[in-house]
């Protein structure tokens, strides 16, 4: 596609619930990346994928967060038993080979959990 | 503790004036990029200024670097209205880590 799509755009969710937040980068950009941002704040790094690497996941703030990209294309961050803390924007951001290029990111997604 | 934190937190401006944020970080870095946020959604790539570089132009922005001071500014000659948003540094650091470094960023007000 043109850009980097993100869905769902918003998600409430009830705490201890499970969510899935997909995104699905530009054709051709080997470089994937999800933050997150809280109200007001900067971006925090989750997780990096580049190419068939293995994924860099130092950012992940716990283990009920993970996340996969499959085909080297469409990926999923995957957050388990959701707290309210996790309430927060979670950006998606792609780069035609990672550092020394500009990232191109999604709308993100916006996740309420109540 | 941030890589890059912009300053100031915020700024307020009359339409056609210019408006200077500025960013400094603490370690060595390859580059440094600016980008926009409209409404806390997706962050644009304004520009991207290597460590060997000094001044960079586009448009109607310009944005040095000092890598001696570990600090770098971003210039909006001709403010608009349009202007009005988030204003983020990030940082390409020699951490290992292979993802930018996001500052808090500056919020950016144009009044018309």
């Known amino acids: 596609g043109a850009g980097v799509s993100q869905s769902p755009s918003n998600k409430v969710t009830e705490k201890g619930k499970d969510v899935e937040l997909r995104c699905d980068p530009i054709?051709?950009?080997?470089?994937l990346y999800w933050y997150r941002q809280s109200l007001g704040q900067g971006l925090e790094f989750l997780i990096y994928?580049?190419?068939?690497?293995?994924?860099?996941k130092s950012g992940l703030p716990s283990d009920r967060f993970s996340a996969e990209r499959t085909g080297g294309s469409v990926s999923t961050l995957t957050i388990q038993r959701t707290q309210q803390e996790d309430s927060a924007v979670y950006l998606c951001a792609s780069s035609y080979r990672g550092l020394g290029y500009g990232y191109t990111f999604g709308s993100g997604t916006r996740l309420t959990v109540v | 503790s941030q890589q890059g934190e912009e300053d100031p937190q915020a700024l307020s401006i009359q339409e056609g004036e210019n408006a200077t944020m500025n960013c400094s970080y603490k370690t060595s870095i390859n580059n440094l990029q600016w980008y926009r946020q409209n409404s806390g959604r997706g962050l644009v790539h304004l520009i991207l200024i290597r460590s060997n570089e000094r001044e960079k132009h586009s448009g109607r922005l310009r944005v040095t670097l000092d890598t001696s001071k570990k600090s770098s500014s971003l210039l909006i000659t001709a403010s608009r209205a349009a202007d009005t948003a988030s204003y983020f540094c990030?940082?390409?650091?020699?951490?290992?880590?292979?993802?930018?470094?996001f500052g808090s960023g500056t919020r950016l007000q144009v009044q018309p």
């Open positions: 054709s051709g950009h080997t470089a």
């Open positions: 994928f580049q190419g068939n690497s293995a994924p860099d």
């Open positions: 990030a940082t390409d650091a020699d951490t290992g880590r292979r993802a930018l470094t």
